[in-house]
């Protein structure tokens, strides 16, 4: 849940000038986004990575709904106060506020509470193949996020994402289609839980 919450907030960005001051303008005239995506995550201690496959909706302000339809339909969703993880398998669902899920870096972006250069830090500059490689690093230590590359194509769009936790864990995004200042219905962002599911409450 967390680390999928900074590769989206990263995906805000279209490009990078070099200088994280040129991200906080296109991060910041970035109002709503709508991410179709495929995740792959390499866990350290196990030789198969998982694969999943979605859509991400954001706006400004905290709300988003993430749709995983393969290989579980999983949807999650906040409405700025309360995530909201919906299990349509268990038929269960599980709410905690936004403040347990934030971690230092992860609420310094989510919650918009501090400039993006006082949250990361531009650590390198690479080329591999057609892409150019940003490396970022958190300039605070946070288990979640321990390295962030980006990679943009000649046009300088995001393609994929690849971040890694204190445990090595890999989280790869690769970016299939990517709308930015779209206008969404009104319930897109509505929480709306089935009759028979079962709802989980840790505050």
Request: hydrophobic share 35%.
């Given at each position: 849940?967390?680390?999928?919450?900074?590769i989206?907030?990263?995906?805000?960005?279209?490009?990078?000038?070099?200088?994280l001051?040129n991200?906080?303008?296109?991060?910041?005239?970035?109002?709503?986004l709508?991410?179709?995506?495929?995740?792959?995550?390499?866990?350290?201690w196990y030789p198969?990575?998982?694969?999943?496959?979605?859509?991400?909706?954001?706006?400004?302000?905290?709300?988003?709904?993430?749709?995983?339809?393969?290989?579980?339909?999983?949807?999650?969703?906040s409405?700025?106060?309360?995530?909201?993880?919906?299990?349509?398998?268990?038929?269960?669902?599980?709410?905690?506020p936004v403040?347990e899920?934030t971690?230092?870096?992860?609420?310094?972006?989510?919650?918009?509470?501090?400039?993006?250069?006082e949250?990361?830090?531009?650590?390198?500059?690479?080329?591999?193949?057609?892409?150019e490689?940003?490396?970022?690093?958190?300039?605070?230590?946070?288990?979640?996020?321990?390295e962030?590359?980006?990679?943009?194509?000649?046009e300088?769009?995001?393609?994929?994402?690849?971040?890694?936790?204190?445990?090595?864990?890999r989280?790869?995004?690769?970016?299939?289609?990517?709308?930015?200042?779209?206008?969404?219905?009104?319930?897109?962002?509505?929480?709306?839980?089935?009759?028979?599911?079962?709802?989980?409450?840790?505050?």
């Amino acid at each position: 849940m967390r680390k999928i919450f900074i590769i989206f907030l990263l995906s805000l960005i279209t490009a990078f000038g070099g200088d994280l001051k040129n991200l906080e303008k296109i991060f910041n005239e970035t109002k709503t986004l709508k991410v179709s995506f495929v995740q792959k995550v390499k866990y350290d201690w196990y030789p198969k990575e998982d694969k999943s496959k979605g859509v991400f909706c954001a706006k400004r302000g905290g709300k988003f709904r993430l749709e995983y339809y393969s290989p579980d339909r999983i949807t999650i969703i906040s409405d700025g106060k309360k995530v909201y993880v919906i299990n349509h398998e268990e038929k269960a669902v599980y709410v905690e506020p936004v403040s347990e899920n934030t971690s230092p870096v992860i609420g310094s972006l989510f919650l918009l509470s501090k400039p993006l250069s006082e949250v990361f830090a531009l650590e390198s500059v690479m080329k591999k193949g057609d892409y150019e490689v940003y490396v970022l690093k958190p300039l605070k230590e946070d288990e979640n996020i321990r390295e962030v590359w980006v990679y943009l194509n000649g046009e300088g769009e995001i393609k994929k994402i690849i971040s890694y936790d204190k445990q090595n864990t890999r989280t790869e995004i690769d970016f299939i289609e990517v709308k930015r200042n779209f206008t969404p219905t009104e319930e897109l962002f509505k929480v709306q839980i089935p009759a028979d599911f079962q709802v989980r409450s840790d505050g």
